[in-house]
T-cell receptor, first 115, second 113 residues
Framework: GAVVSQHPSWVICKSGTSVKIECRSL??????MFWYRQFPKQSLMLMAT?????????EQGVEKDKFLINHASLTLSTLTVTSAHPEDSSFYIC???????????FGPGTRLTVT | KQEVTQIPAALSVPEGENLVLNCSFT??????LQWFRQDPGKGLTSLLL?????REQTSGRLNASLDKSSGRSTLYIAASQPGDSATYLC????????????FGGGTRLMVKP
C-alpha cells in the first residue's frame, strides 16, 4: 500500500527557534498534501492544503507566516514552524492524496514540544 | 461548512461483543468517507474508504456503511478484541479534486478482556 513518512517523529525545541517537519510520499506521487494538527484528546484539525508548485491554502485562523509550507515536488512537502512558542506544542500529521483514488494516506505524525 | 459528529464519544465493552460506531455529517455532497484508527500518540491508520457511490465496504471484522442522503455512516466491529482498543475517527471528503477531509471528534473504544 501507499506509504507516507514524516521526519522527525519527535522534536523538542526552545521557544523562539524554528522547526522543519518533512512529509514524503514514498511510493506514489501526491498532487496534494495536507497538514493537520492535533492537540491532546482532540481530533485532527486541518491547517493547510498544499499543491505541488503552488502556494498553500491555509485554513481560517492558521497564520501563514508562522507555519510555512513548501511543496517542492510531488513526493515532498515541508512544514516549518517559525519562532515557535509553547502553545505550538502539538502533534502534527501530514497526509498525501493519491491522484488516482483520492484516498488520503497519513504519515505517522511528528510530536513537537516547545520549551 | 461541513460538520462531522461521532457518537458515542467513548465506549467500553467486554471482549467478544459486536459494536457499532456512528458518524453523521451535515452536507451530503461528499466525495468519500473514511474510517481511521488512531492509537495513543500515533498517527492514523486507514481502515475503510467508501466512495460516495458505494453503500458499504468490508475488511475482516469491520464493516462500514454509508447513507449519503441521511448523512450517516456506521462502523460495525464484529467480535471485538482488546487489540481493537483505540480511537476511531470518521472523516468526510469534500466534493472537489482536493478531497479535503473534515474529521469527527472520534470515538474512544476500550475492549476489556
Amino acid at each position: 500500500g501507499a506509504v507516507v513518512s514524516q521526519h522527525p517523529s519527535w522534536v523538542i525545541c526552545k521557544s523562539g527557534t524554528s522547526v522543519k517537519i518533512e512529509c514524503r510520499s514514498l511510493d506514489f506521487q501526491a498532487t496534494t498534501m495536507f497538514w493537520y494538527r492535533q492537540f491532546p484528546k482532540q481530533s485532527l484539525m486541518l491547517m493547510a492544503t498544499s499543491n505541488e508548485g503552488s502556494k498553500a491554502t491555509y485554513e481560517q485562523g492558521v497564520e501563514k507566516d508562522k507555519f510555512l509550507i513548501n511543496h517542492a515536488s510531488l513526493t515532498l512537502s515541508t512544514l516549518t514552524v517559525t519562532s515557535a512558542h509553547p502553545e505550538d506544542s502539538s502533534f502534527y500529521i501530514c497526509s498525501a492524496d493519491q491522484f488516482s483514488t483520492y484516498e488520503q494516506y497519513f504519515g505517522p505524525g511528528t510530536r513537537l514540544t516547545v520549551t | 461548512k461541513q460538520e462531522v459528529t461521532q457518537i458515542p464519544a467513548a465506549l467500553s465493552v467486554p471482549e467478544g461483543e459486536n459494536l457499532v460506531l456512528n458518524c453523521s455529517f451535515t452536507d451530503s455532497a461528499i466525495y468519500n468517507l473514511q474510517w481511521f484508527r488512531q492509537d495513543p500518540g500515533k498517527g492514523l491508520t486507514s481502515l475503510l474508504l467508501i466512495q460516495s457511490s458505494q453503500r458499504e465496504q468490508t475488511s475482516g471484522r469491520l464493516n462500514a456503511s454509508l447513507d449519503k442522503s441521511s448523512g450517516r455512516s456506521t462502523l460495525y466491529i464484529a467480535a471485538s478484541q482488546p487489540g481493537d482498543s483505540a480511537t476511531y475517527l470518521c472523516a468526510v471528503g469534500a466534493n472537489n479534486a482536493g478531497n479535503m477531509l473534515t474529521f469527527g471528534g472520534g470515538t474512544r473504544l476500550m475492549v476489556k478482556p
